[in-house]
């Protein structure tokens, strides 16, 4: 028996698509890229041409997957021959292949799937899912047959599963035991899609005249804009650069977070209009004290001259077994700190002042392309729903380099109003910095570096 069914012709990012051979394949990453007809067509062409496969295709909910998929299946496939079963919503081909129609509501709906077996899966929208979703149906690839197992994913940049399916398939950080071969990502803008443009061309406009994050995200693509982002000024045109020669005179600080899960260190430089600039960058986990502090001394040159690294207040509190602070430990291996401010609120909407543009288009922070761990977890940070002022704690690996600029933000941002009223006997070095300082803007750096004015 022959059975005829009609095929679409693919444009070429769809064409891309359908022809990619990876295990995990993420297609789109914007609004009217054509993801859901590609998903369609796939399923159709692999069930026609190998007999006996399973394939499911997911969606967050009813409505999305009966709209995108049951009822344009419906009207494809001849129902005399591909028969819909509403039980189970699924297609059964007459080769034996079936597409079956699925959708996951939270993530307990995904565990009901453990133990099942299919060839090929079709994970919709995947940013609408956590990777618990993800990792459940990557154990359901499997099969005693010889078919090649896939998992095809489609997204936009947003949603609970933004970080996941950003870190997989474009930042392309991968973790123990995930093969980067594996992992694949093809981008299909709205321009990419021509049938759309030519069938509606408003729909652009439509995209175009959302809010700048949005159009961001849904008309370009850009994952470095989530929803619910707290840093939605970051552009990465805009404040990352090209590295170059720090002149001499700048004046530099080192910048840190430490904690045994991670130290995050960063080199920032000031020009004569404080204008700050991130140019080097150190994270490694797992650093006892002593270690850690040879590793930023070991980072910084000889001749860069550094004015102040930077550090949290918490460094400073007395361990009861030993007496003795982190800072005082990190001074005793060698490397002296001064003191920041642990404010989240005002250290976060410092570094909003530093990423701002002005009337002029210019921002007064930039980072070095050299600092991608950076320029990869702040504008990550999600806004926390419950204190909007402040940012959210999870996931706790991408803290740690934000948390670390945030020390430096509110030191240089913001004067030390504490350590003002304060009077502290001044070594006889840091008396010479106060008397050659020419300006208030350097006496409020002293006075926050040094714990309060002189006591002369």
Not at 49 to 61: A, E, M, N, Q, V
Not at 73 to 85: G, N
Not at 275 to 295: M, S, W
Not at 327 to 340: I, M
Request: a positive charge; charged letters at 30%.
């Amino acid at each position: 028996m022959i059975v005829k069914i009609s095929l679409g012709k693919p444009q070429p990012k769809q064409k891309e698509f359908m022809l990619a051979t990876e295990k995990y394949v993420a297609f789109g990453g914007a609004r009217g890229g054509g993801k859901s007809w590609s998903v369609r067509e796939k399923a159709k062409r692999l069930a026609m041409k190998w007999g006996g496969i399973k394939i499911l295709i997911i969606r967050k909910t009813y409505l999305d997957l009966r709209d995108n998929h049951i009822l344009p299946l419906k009207a494809d496939l001849p129902q005399r021959y591909v028969p819909y079963k509403e039980v189970d919503k699924s297609f059964v081909f007459p080769n034996g292949s079936r597409i079956k129609c699925s959708f996951f509501d939270n993530d307990t709906d995904a565990l009901q799937y453990q133990g099942q077996e299919y060839d090929v899966i079709f994970l919709e929208e995947a940013t609408q899912f956590s990777e618990l979703v993800f990792n459940v149906l990557k154990a359901c690839l499997r099969g005693a047959n010889n078919f090649p197992k896939r998992m095809y994913l489609t997204c936009n940049p947003d949603g609970i599963g933004f970080l996941w399916v950003k870190r997989l398939f474009v930042s392309r950080k991968y973790k123990e035991g995930e093969d980067p071969s594996e992992f694949r990502f093809i981008q299909s803008l709205v321009d990419d899609n021509q049938i759309l443009m030519e069938k509606n061309p408003d729909y652009v406009k439509q995209l175009d005249s959302l809010p700048e994050d949005m159009r961001r995200r849904w008309r370009y693509g850009s994952w470095d804009v989530a929803e619910g982002q707290y840093f939605n000024e970051f552009d990465r045109e805009l404040h990352t650069c090209a590295p170059f020669q720090i002149p001499k005179e700048w004046r530099r600080y080192i910048s840190i977070d430490y904690g045994l899960d991670m130290l995050a260190a960063y080199w920032i430089a000031v020009d004569n209009n404080n204008n700050c600039y991130v140019y080097k960058e150190f994270c490694k986990p797992d650093l006892p004290i002593r270690k850690a502090a040879e590793a930023i001394n070991n980072f910084t040159l000889k001749d860069e001259n550094i004015y102040a690294v930077l550090a949290p207040p918490d460094l400073w509190n007395r361990s009861q077994e030993t007496g003795k602070s982190k800072a005082a430990l990190f001074y005793e291996a060698g490397l002296s700190l001064t003191k920041s401010n642990n404010d989240r609120e005002a250290g976060w909407l410092a570094i909003k002042e530093l990423l701002t543009k002005d009337k002029h288009g210019k921002c007064r922070l930039h980072i070095f392309t050299t600092c991608p761990t950076l320029i990869e977890h702040l504008p990550e940070l999600l806004r926390d729903p419950k204190h909007p002022t402040d940012t959210l704690n999870e996931p706790h690996e991408i803290t740690h380099s934000p948390d670390a600029l945030r020390y430096f933000a509110i030191y240089w941002v913001s004067p030390a109003r504490s350590a003002s009223s304060k009077r502290v006997k001044y070594r006889q070095d840091w008396l010479e910095d106060w008397r050659n300082a020419r300006t208030d803007e350097e006496r409020n750096r002293l006075i926050q570096k040094y714990g309060g004015l002189p006591d002369i």
